[in-house]
T-cell receptor, first 114, second 109 residues
Framework: DTAVSQTPKYLVTQMGNDKSIKCEQN?????MYWYKQDSKKFLKIMFS???????INETVPNRFSPKSPDKAHLNLHINSLELGDSAVYFC?????????????FGPGTRLTVT | GQSLEQPSEVTAVEGAIVQINCTYQ??????LSWYQQHDGGAPTFLSY????GLEETGRFSSFLSRSDSYGYLLLQELQMKDSASYFCAVTGNTGKLIFGQGTTLQVKP
């Protein structure tokens, strides 16, 4: 049973396009996150939702827009893709936002912008 | 602000013991976590220390000294499959998990 799943696993697209990444968790967790991991493996939080409510919104270009239709799903839409958006994007979840120290990560989506 | 320092690379041989250190600066510190990430894989949670001392989980142990803003991950009886990146991460009153830059561990036969 997959705990945190993401689709697609790979995404290759051209500059200027709009794309979405989907994430689902079946752990019954209340809190979900989006991270960006760059080529140097630095993991940086982008957003966090707790029970569908946005609680963390880092300094991310407003081309990135998260959406949480319910607490088991957190999607990420990216408009007008740029070369610098190329990275691996990880979705994660934790039992609660107070338990953020223990997060369960999805397999990642490798985004390549050409 | 928050910052973490850990070595970028560590090399050890199979069967050996290796220690990966992490120093941190953060306001409102709650605890220190460790994550493992294999190449092409997802980060996986290893351990969490909120209080001073050593926590042991099988071959892996994690230590925290709050007064020194310092912790380490100790890996014993190293196996080839332990070759991976190891990240320390802090949680504080911001509710965020802030990751260090990661330490790449290479285990050699």
């Amino acid at each position: 049973d997959t705990a945190v799943s993401q689709t697609p696993k790979y995404l290759v697209t051209q500059m200027g396009n709009d794309k979405s990444i989907k994430c689902e968790q079946n752990l019954g967790h209340d809190t979900m996150y989006w991270y960006k991991q760059d080529s140097k493996k630095f993991l940086k939080i982008m957003f966090s939702y707790n029970n569908k409510e946005l609680i963390i919104n880092e300094t991310v270009p407003n081309r990135f827009s998260p959406k949480s239709p319910d607490k088991a799903h957190l999607n990420l839409h990216i408009n007008s893709l740029e070369l610098g958006d190329s990275a691996v994007y990880f979705c994660a979840s934790s039992q609660d936002h107070r338990d953020s120290y223990e997060q369960y990560f999805g397999p990642g989506t490798r985004l390549t912008v050409t | 602000g928050q910052s973490l320092e850990q070595p970028s690379e560590v090399t050890a041989v199979e069967g050996a013991i290796v220690q990966i250190n992490c120093t941190y600066q953060t306001s409102g510190f709650y605890g220190l976590s460790w994550y493992q990430q294999h190449d092409g894989g997802a980060p996986t949670f290893l351990s969490y220390n909120a209080l001073d001392g050593l926590e042991e989980t099988g071959r892996f142990s994690s230590f925290l000294s709050r007064s020194d803003s310092y912790g380490y991950l100790l890996l014993q009886e190293l196996q080839m499959k332990d070759s991976a990146s190891y990240f320390c991460a802090v949680t504080g009153n911001t509710g965020k998990l802030i990751f260090g830059q990661g330490t790449t561990l290479q285990v050699k036969p």
